[in-house]
């Protein structure tokens, strides 16, 4: 009888423990996983075109400015950037000089980027949909004299 008393108090004090441990890896779980969340760079595509600095703000080496359709310009970095062309674009719409070159004022591009804790976004690839009218011309003249 004593035997069988003190196996109970075993069996319920085990199974308690049990409880209490796998709530406790649960919520460390859970709280490792918004920690995680919270760490990294949040990732977005915006699209847009290539607009010149806002008054007051001084053009950076590695900088540009992107105007969306809401007119709300996003301050972007590009020195670390892939820069492509979009598939559908034809051949006399195509930058022939590659990279950061074709990034001029009026170009339309569509960007996947990370945003840093300070709000600020680093490209990671920018894809050309259209080019400048400018160097539209200047790349079509180049690719039929060659």
């Given amino acids: 009888m004593?035997?069988?008393r003190r196996f109970a108090y075993f069996e319920a004090a085990a199974s308690e423990s049990f409880v209490i441990s796998r709530r406790l890896i649960v919520a460390l779980f859970i709280f490792i996983l918004f920690l995680t969340s919270a760490l990294t760079a949040v990732d977005g595509a915006f699209q847009g075109?290539?607009?010149?600095?806002?008054p007051g703000a001084k053009p950076s080496p590695g900088w540009i400015f992107v105007q969306g359709h809401?007119?709300?310009a996003r301050r972007v970095d590009v020195?670390?950037?892939?820069?492509?062309?979009?598939e559908d674009a034809s051949a006399g719409n195509r930058c022939h000089d590659g990279g950061v070159a074709?990034?001029?004022?009026?170009?339309?591009?569509?960007?996947?980027?990370?945003?840093?804790?300070?709000?600020?976004?680093?490209?990671?690839?920018?894809e050309i949909l259209e080019l400048?009218?400018?160097?539209?011309?200047?790349?079509?003249?180049?690719f039929?004299?060659?």
Avoid at 49 to 54: L, Q, T
Avoid at 79 to 86: G, I, K
Avoid at 106 to 117: K, L, N, P
């Fill in 102 to 126: 074709c990034l001029t004022v009026g170009t339309e591009v569509r960007i996947t980027a990370s945003q840093d804790s300070a709000g600020e976004w680093h490209a990671r690839v920018i």
């Fill in 2 to 4: 004593i035997s069988d």
């Fill in 70 to 72: 809401n007119h709300i």
């Fill in 79 to 86: 020195t670390h950037a892939r820069v492509v062309m979009a």
């Fill in 49 to 54: 075109r290539i607009a010149d600095p806002p």
């Fill in 144 to 146: 039929t004299e060659r």
């Fill in 132 to 142: 400048a009218k400018g160097l539209q011309n200047s790349t079509e003249r180049e």
